[in-house]
């Protein structure tokens, strides 16, 4: 049982280019979200997913688009990486209220 | 809007002290908060959440709706109680925090 697994650990881009941050849960939760953690500013609702198929808005969603296709994954992308977006990105999943964290992955955008 | 507020980015007690980490929200209906923990190298945990009103590692955390707080408490700071304390408010299907505060034990 590997609970929330996100990749990469770390990822240096530059500004304009897209990627995706992969998140994957074997836990079978409903409930997934995503968090960009910053100095000072603490952890901050990207998106969430309250099941496969659908998805809203958090605290900070512009310049994210994420997607649910399946239970098990909810992967973050950036269309156009800007500086701004560097940050820590937590993925959770959670099967009421209690957030299950992944390990992070830092985002560096030049 | 819907807010958590802690007030303080750093705080620093000496072992043995008690600890106490303020967490404030705002929100008109009937809240549902946590406290979170991410010890250094680990994954952010859940610490504890205030419908279980359990004591977790010492700690415990009382909400109190008239001040709209639910400040997080131990009688007795340890060493290994340093780490980056979180407060969470869950409404709406959403889950927020605030900026986090840092509890650094002194020896």
């Known amino acids: 049982n590997a609970g929330v697994t996100q990749t990469p650990k770390f990822q240096v881009l530059k500004t304009g280019q897209s990627m995706t941050l992969q998140c994957a849960q074997d836990?079978?939760?409903?409930?997934m979200s995503w968090y960009r953690q910053d100095p000072g500013m603490g952890l901050r609702l990207i998106h969430y997913?309250?099941?496969?198929?659908?998805?809203d808005q958090g605290e900070v969603p512009n310049g994210y688009n994420v997607s649910r296709s399946t239970t098990e994954d909810f992967p973050l992308r950036l269309l156009s990486a800007a500086p701004s977006q560097t940050s820590v990105y937590f993925c959770?999943?959670?099967?009421?209220?209690?957030?299950?964290f992944g390990s992070g992955t830092q985002l560096s955008v030049l | 809007a819907q807010r958590v507020t802690q007030p303080e980015k750093l705080l620093s007690v000496f072992k043995g002290a008690p600890v106490e980490l303020k967490c404030n929200y705002s929100?008109?209906?009937?809240?549902?908060l946590f406290w979170y923990v991410q010890y250094s190298r680990q994954r952010l945990q859940l610490l504890l959440r205030?419908?279980s009103r359990e004591s977790i590692k010492g700690f415990t955390a009382d909400l109190n709706k008239g001040e709209t707080s639910f400040h997080l408490k131990k009688p007795f700071a340890q060493e290994e109680d340093s780490a980056m304390y979180y407060c969470?408010?869950?409404?709406?299907?959403?889950?927020?925090f605030g900026k986090g505060t840092r509890l650094h034990i002194l020896p």
């Open positions: 929100y008109s209906g009937s809240p549902e």
């Open positions: 969470a408010l869950s409404y709406d299907d959403k889950i927020i």
């Open positions: 959770a999943s959670s099967p009421g209220r209690k957030l299950f």
């Open positions: 836990m079978n939760h409903e409930y």
């Open positions: 205030h419908i």
């Open positions: 997913s309250v099941g496969a198929g659908i998805t």
